[in-house]
């Protein structure tokens, strides 16, 4: 099955700046790269998606890109504001099959006012 | 629309007890599925379901049941509880197949779940 990995586990940045997560996957088959955002306590919420047929995808302050022959993707926050404050999951699918989302093991994000 | 919803927000159980984890979506999405969240292991799936009368297993079934009798429920039972089974379980559904722009799982509130 799928294999992703994600790094930093932590990242503490100061508001302004730049924060960037990066994930690696192992099933070339993947074509569907979400990104979720989990404040403490809360439910896992989809902040930006990305498909292989696109090597990058922007939403105001957040982006991902993709890498398709590496088989990595990353998500860049920029602007940070204590708000972003959060742990931030990556995760990979097939949406030709749909059946199982694979889910990095989260970054805990931490912006200093 | 009330979206995903889990019942208990939060339980505790003895070992060998059983009990039922409660999910219900209102979006008439064929998909839904079960994780449980460990600390510093991310969101694993436990089973799935692609619609009423179908179910398959995920990452981490064991210990683990469900049945998909209608398109809106998909309960997880949990047979014997062990301490191992502590964590937060997440509920999740979407439309099956391409939905638009994205293909985006709504995650319900949470149950977590402690067991001694």
């Known amino acids: 099955g799928e294999n992703v990995e994600q790094h930093p586990s932590t990242l503490s940045v100061q508001e302004g700046d730049s924060a960037v997560i990066k994930c690696t996957y192992s099933?070339?088959?993947?074509?569907?790269f979400p990104w979720y955002k989990q404040e403490l306590g809360k439910r896992p919420q989809l902040i930006i998606d990305?498909?292989?047929?696109?090597g990058e995808k922007k939403d105001q302050r957040i982006a991902v890109t993709l890498n398709k022959t590496a088989k990595h993707f990353s998500l860049h926050i920029t602007e940070t504001q204590p708000e972003d404050s959060a742990v931030y999951f990556c995760?990979?699918?097939?949406?030709?099959?749909?059946?199982?989302?694979?889910f990095g093991t989260g970054t805990s994000l931490t912006v200093i006012p | 629309n009330a979206g995903v919803t889990q019942t208990p927000k939060f339980q505790v159980l003895k070992t060998g007890q059983s009990m039922t984890l409660q999910c219900a979506q209102d979006m008439n999405h064929e998909y839904m599925s079960w994780y449980r969240q460990d600390p510093g292991m991310g969101l694993r799936l436990i089973h799935y379901s692609v619609g009423a009368g179908i179910t398959d297993q995920g990452e981490v079934p064991n210990g683990y049941n469900v049945s998909r009798s209608t398109t809106e429920d998909f309960p997880l039972r949990l047979l014997s509880a062990a301490p191992s089974q502590t964590s937060v379980y997440f509920c999740?559904?979407?439309?099956?197949?391409?939905?638009?722009?994205?293909?985006?799982?709504?995650f319900g509130p949470g149950t977590r779940l402690t067991v001694l």
């Open positions: 995760a990979a699918s097939n949406y030709n099959t749909g059946n199982q989302f694979y």
């Open positions: 990305i498909r292989s047929n696109v």
């Open positions: 999740a559904s979407k439309p099956w197949g391409l939905a638009g722009d994205t293909d985006t799982q709504y």
């Open positions: 099933d070339s088959a993947s074509n569907y």
